[in-house]
C-alpha cells in the first residue's frame, strides 16, 4: 500500500476534486455557491477534496458527512490584482503557516511552482516558500504536493503542456522537496510515460482551465492513467459542467477500475 493516505486506496490512486479557486479567483463560473458545488462534487464519490483552510472549516460538516478525505492549498494564487479578472500579471504568495493547514487534518498540502515569470524576484520567492514549506511538512506524514505550471508571460501558452517544459518542471518540482508532483498532461501517453518514469515520487495530473469538452477530459485521464500517473487533482473541468456528480463519478471508473472512456461516456 502507498506511504500516504491520500493514495492508500484499493488500486493505489486518487480522484481528487480542486475546490480551491476561490482564494485567488473569487467566485467563479459554476463556483458561486459553495455550498451546492461542494455537495454535487461530494456525490459523485471522490477520493478528496482540495479546499483552502477556511473553506474547510466553514463547511466541515458537508465534509465530515462524506466519506472524502480534505486535502489543503497553502497559497494564495491570482491571475490579477482585480478580484475575479484576468487583467495583469500573475499574484502569488503562500497564504497560510503549516500550523494553520495541518489543523486541518489533511491527507495533503498543495503548493505551486510556477515558471515563465518575468520577475525573477517573484520566482525566487515562490522557491523560498516552496522549501520553506517542504521542511515544515517534514515528518508530520502530510506529503506536499506541489504544482508544477508554466503561467508567466515567458512561457507561451502552447508550451504549457509541452513535453520538454512538463519533464524539466516536474525535475525541478521534486527535487525542491515534492512529496507528489501535480502536473499537466502533454496530451500524450508516450511522452508523458517517460515523465513519469523518470519521476521518483507519484505523478497526478491537474485540470486547468475547462475546455467545455467532459469526453476530451476523461481521455487524457484515460491517457495519463495508462502512461502511469496515480490520479489526478482536477476542478474547473468537473464543476463547471452540467452534471459534477456523474463526472466525478466517470473519472472513479476510470482511474480505479481502469474503464474506458466509451463505456463511461459514450459519445
Known sequence: MSEYELLDTDSGNAVVVALDHGIGMGAVDGFEDPRATLEAVLDGGPDGVLVGPFFAERFADVLAASSAD????????SPSSHPGEQVGPWVQQRAFDA??????DPVGVKSVLAFGRQDTRAMERNVEYITELTEELRGTGVPHIVETVMWGDGVPARFETETEYVANACRIGWELGADILKAPYTGDADSFASI??????????????????????????????AAGARGLVIGRSVWQTDDPTAVT???????????????????
Do not use: K, Q, Y
Not at 99 to 104: G, P, S, Y
Not at 198 to 208: F, K, Q, R, S
Open 70 to 77: 480534505v486535502l489543503v492549498t497553502a497559497d494564495f494564487v
Open 99 to 104: 500550523e494553520r493547514l495541518l489543523d486541518c
Open 196 to 225: 513519469v518514469r523518470n519521476a521518483p515520487v507519484p505523478v497526478m495530473i491537474l485540470g486547468g482551465p475547462s475546455s467545455g469538452s467532459v469526453r476530451a477530459m476523461l481521455e487524457d485521464v484515460e491517457g495519463a492513467m
Open 249 to 267: 463519478r466517470a473519472l472513479g471508473d476510470i482511474v480505479h477500475d481502469g474503464r474506458s472512456v466509451e463505456s463511461v461516456w459514450p459519445a
